[in-house]
């Protein structure tokens, strides 16, 4: 999935919720919820067996009406319709055929016995309106798309809330940033490079921010700088490269939760983004160093046991958590190692951070 494909993909799950929620309350799915009920209970189906196998012939009316036609050819009801004898209407026969002649007039008796008669007689009752209903409220597509998704499934993409985000809509860098690294003691030197590496920091002069995007770039530029020695300490050291680091001022982010960053690489220089703590020898970098990709939606998932990275949808990482129930903050910095030369570009979209409720 392409990094256009995976923020549509984000945005889909942000309307997912929002229609569910949606759907849940409306009119439709309270009408599908008592029809469902009905039309599933069992008097409700038993009825319809009823009038759906009943053959006519074994119905009451049916069979009635099968007496009185058998009795009509009957030869003694045949003379006494000839004769009209009176006395004749004494005999079994004449005496059923005159009692059914009556029964079979009554109009309660014509409407019920059509009714039975009539092969496709389910269709013409309420409960086949019903059910009819029902079938196309099955079908809807607000009832569909609310039976594919489980209240777990919503409730786990709510419990996610925003924590804190850089959206880089105005230049320049907000006070939340500050220029070097963030150390537990104010006393101790922020801005600074490290010996091992070919770049120094030059306090946010590589950094630009427009048109809602950050960019950190590294350029082939001598300068003299304030850099970590190992052994000898913070010296002054030449370096043929410039670039920049920044961090949080603060703790932004929770004990666990869900860092995004969208992210556009480029050229030989190496990029971190990360969380970590003050003066922190480990971090929780969501660029995995081996699985840059020059286009991407960043994912870093972590909580107390595990840190897990994603690429756009996939997941590229699993480590367990060297920072487990720390409060961190962020951390992003472009740099060259000892062993790499060349110029570079890390441009960030945006970078969000979620937190689970």
């Not at 019920?112 to 007689?121: H, Q, S």
Request: contains cysteine; hydrophobic residues 40%.
């Amino acid at each position: 999935m392409n990094t256009k494909a995976f923020e549509q993909w984000l945005q889909a799950q942000a309307q997912l919720m929002v229609r569910y929620r949606q759907v849940e309350k409306s009119e439709i799915l309270a009408e599908y919820n008592t029809l469902k009920k009905v039309v599933e209970s069992t008097d409700f189906q038993a009825k319809k067996k009823e009038l759906t196998t009943t053959r006519y012939e074994d119905t009451q009316e049916g069979k009635k009406m099968a007496r009185y036609k058998q009795l009509k050819w009957n030869s003694t009801v045949i003379l006494y319709n000839l004769l009209k004898k009176e006395a004749w209407k004494e005999k079994a026969a004449v005496a059923e055929y005159l009692e059914l002649a009556e029964q079979v007039k009554v109009p309660e008796f014509q409407q019920t016995n059509a009714f039975w008669k009539n092969k496709k007689r389910w269709f013409t009752t309420p409960e086949s309106q019903q059910e009819k209903r029902y079938d196309a409220l099955v079908k809807h597509a607000d009832i569909v798309f609310y039976f594919q998704h489980t209240e777990q499934e919503i409730a786990d993409l709510e419990a996610y809330k925003m924590a804190w985000a850089a959206e880089f809509e105005t230049a320049p860098l907000s006070d939340v940033w500050q220029t070097g690294f963030l150390y537990p003691s104010k006393e101790l030197k922020a801005n600074h490079s490290h010996v091992n590496e070919l770049q120094a920091y030059t306090q946010g002069r590589n950094t630009q921010v427009a048109n809602r995007v950050l960019s950190i770039q590294t350029k082939k530029e001598k300068t003299t700088a304030p850099a970590w020695h190992p052994t000898k300490g913070m010296i002054m050291h030449p370096f043929a490269y410039t670039s920049d680091v920044w961090h949080t001022a603060e703790a932004v982010a929770p004990k666990a939760g869900v860092l995004q960053a969208k992210v556009h690489l480029s050229g030989k220089a190496k990029h971190v983004v990360c969380l970590t703590t003050a003066g922190a020898k480990k971090s929780l970098h969501i660029l995995p160093a081996d699985k840059q990709v020059k286009d991407a939606i960043y994912t870093l998932v972590w909580n107390g046991n595990e840190v897990v990275n994603y690429v756009n949808d996939v997941e590229v990482a699993r480590s367990k958590n060297p920072l487990a129930g720390e409060a961190l903050h962020l951390l992003m910095r472009s740099y060259l190692p000892g062993n790499v030369k060349g110029t570079g570009k890390m441009e960030i979209d945006w970078i969000r951070i979620y937190t689970h409720a």
